[in-house]
Structures are given as structure tokens and as C-alpha cells.
């Protein structure tokens, strides 16, 4: 079955910098896009960031362009978001998504002073 496993979030003060993972298994990884969504509490889960299949196309919320860079090892059938920058609102719960309808557990990333 699909399995996604999130890992690296933390506490960082803003404006610096951390780097999750996400471990996927149990589907074909090369073949779907995949995403990097966040929770905060009391909002909506939002789409953070989005890479194709190869890699060559990416996409950005307005809110984290210049600063997340999503990447992939479709090797190592995983995927990883490179947060710069980082302030308080990115405080959330990071997930990352195959579009197969399973989530993970996701990692907590707390921006704070």
C-alpha cells in the first residue's frame, strides 16, 4: 500500500532554514508529480509546492516563492522541500502527497522566536 513518511521538521527561529523529507513506498514514485502540502492550526490544508515526474517542472504557493525549494531522488523514491528564510506563518504541519489518496503523519515545523 502507499506509504509516505515525513521527516526533518522542528523548531527554527525565523529566518532560518530547514529541510524535510518525505519517504515513499508502495507505488511507482517516478511516475506521479508530487506535492508538499501544510496545516496550520484552525486553517485549511494548503498546497505548498509541486514537482513533476522528472523533476524539470515545479510549482510554488505565492507565499513561499524565493524561499522553499522543492527537489526529488526518484532513485531513492523520495522528495525533500528546502524552506530558506523561514517565518513565523510557515509554522504548520508538513505533508507530503502522491495524489493517491493516502497522507502521512506529517512533521511539525514551529517558526519561533
Known amino acids: 500500500q502507499v506509504q509516505l513518511v515525513e521527516s526533518g521538521g522542528g523548531l527554527v527561529q525565523p529566518g532560518g532554514s530547514l529541510r524535510l523529507s518525505c519517504a515513499a513506498s508502495g507505488f511507482t514514485f517516478s511516475s506521479y508529480w508530487m506535492k508538499w502540502y501544510r496545516q496550520a492550526p484552525g486553517k485549511e490544508r494548503e498546497l505548498v509546492a509541486g514537482?513533476?515526474?522528472?523533476?524539470?517542472?515545479?510549482t510554488y504557493a505565492d507565499s513561499v516563492k524565493g524561499r522553499f525549494i522543492i527537489s526529488r531522488d526518484n532513485a531513492k523514491s523520495t522528495v525533500h522541500l528546502q524552506m530558506n528564510n523561514m517565518k513565523p506563518e510557515d509554522t504548520a504541519v508538513y505533508y507530503c502527497?502522491?495524489?493517491?489518496?493516502?497522507w502521512g503523519q506529517g512533521t511539525q515545523v514551529t517558526v519561533s522566536s
Open positions: 514537482i513533476s515526474t522528472s523533476g524539470g517542472s515545479t
Open positions: 502527497f502522491a495524489g493517491l489518496g493516502s
